[in-house]
């Protein structure tokens, strides 16, 4: 497994890390001990880096990850959590208080004193350019309650208003084969102050595993089947805002492009870790199989100049124009 360093964090993690919000909620039913099983097969796979936020099933995935270090406390784990979630969203919220609680809550779900790393949860744009927030980011850091702080975001002018911030650390950031936009301004921003790039949604919400047909379907608790359209949430964190029938057919030429040896899976998410400033990529697994898959990415070689060639011609015939002014 590759590491990186992850932004101004200034740790050390695995390349490819695990995203938790399947063990929380949102893509069916996942037990405990189902749970457990992905956390400790990442672990076992070379993993060290996990994502989570407070959102996912209400503070589950948290607790899960919580009761995995507990158990344990030798993996060198660093976790990354999110918040900001679970109130509603106007910049009004976004106090030094309601971090502090948001903050202290995480930190119980997580058994720990010191959160390493905390990330504002794709709150409302103004929230990326106002100085109290920072002030107040800065206040956690002071006390101890957070090693540093970041942030999560759905469009590119948030994460470079964010990137322009001498305390953020990290921008996390949907970035696939099907959503390329990152790549123009937001990658090479990233590297040139020294913030950490954590690329989430690698799979396209799983569309790039070439395994779905037009005709799939998916459970009524599974955001796959019910923020098809924004219904709940920003529609790109759903297929990355592709339509799913253009999704399938783009997968499918996908996985036409991917080199001998791999699955269209792995080729994804090393296509991804490959591209120049990304610290981690955080696929998410619903079993052991697909956690052990996912961290394979993570040893893949370079899959060279024709592949990322071959990908860049296909966003820019397929999807360009429906994808790339929107984020």
Request: proline share 4%.
């Amino acid at each position: 497994m590759q590491t990186r360093t992850l932004g101004r964090t200034g740790r050390t993690v695995s390349v490819i890390g695990l995203g938790t919000w399947q063990l929380g909620a949102d893509w069916g039913d996942v037990s405990e001990a189902d749970a457990l099983a992905v956390l400790e097969a990442s672990a076992d796979s070379g993993v060290t880096f996990f994502d989570t936020a407070d959102v996912y099933g209400d503070g589950r995935s948290e607790q899960l990850i919580g009761k995995f270090l507990a158990a344990h406390p030798d993996r060198g784990i660093t976790v990354a959590t999110k918040m900001g979630r679970r109130v509603a969203q106007e910049p009004a919220n976004y106090t030094l208080a309601n971090f502090r609680a948001w903050v202290d809550r995480s930190r119980r779900n997580l058994g720990v004193d010191t959160l390493d790393l905390v990330q504002l949860h794709c709150p409302p744009t103004p929230v990326y350019s106002a100085d109290a927030v920072y002030d107040a980011l800065d206040t956690l850091v002071a006390d101890g309650a957070i090693a540093a702080y970041g942030v999560s975001v759905e469009t590119c002018d948030e994460a470079l208003a964010a990137i322009s911030r001498p305390g953020t650390a990290t921008v996390q950031i949907i970035l696939n084969a099907f959503r390329l936009k990152p790549l123009d301004q937001v990658l090479p921003a990233a590297r040139d102050a020294g913030v950490g790039i954590i690329a989430r949604v690698p799979l396209a919400s799983g569309l790039l595993s070439g395994k779905y047909t037009a005709s799939t379907t998916f459970s009524a608790d599974d955001h796959r089947s019910y923020n098809r359209h924004g219904e709940a949430f920003d529609v790109g964190e759903t297929f990355s805002g592709v339509d799913f029938e253009t999704g399938v057919a783009a997968a499918h030429e996908f996985a036409t492009l991917v080199p001998a040896g791999l699955t269209p899976s792995e080729a994804a998410i090393a296509w991804v870790a490959e591209q120049d400033g990304v610290s981690a990529v955080i696929p998410g697994a619903r079993s052991v199989e697909q956690a052990r898959a996912n961290a394979a990415a993570g040893s893949v070689g370079p899959l060279g100049a024709p592949f990322d060639g071959a990908v860049v011609a296909l966003y820019d015939r397929r999807l360009r124009a429906s994808i790339h002014s929107r984020w």
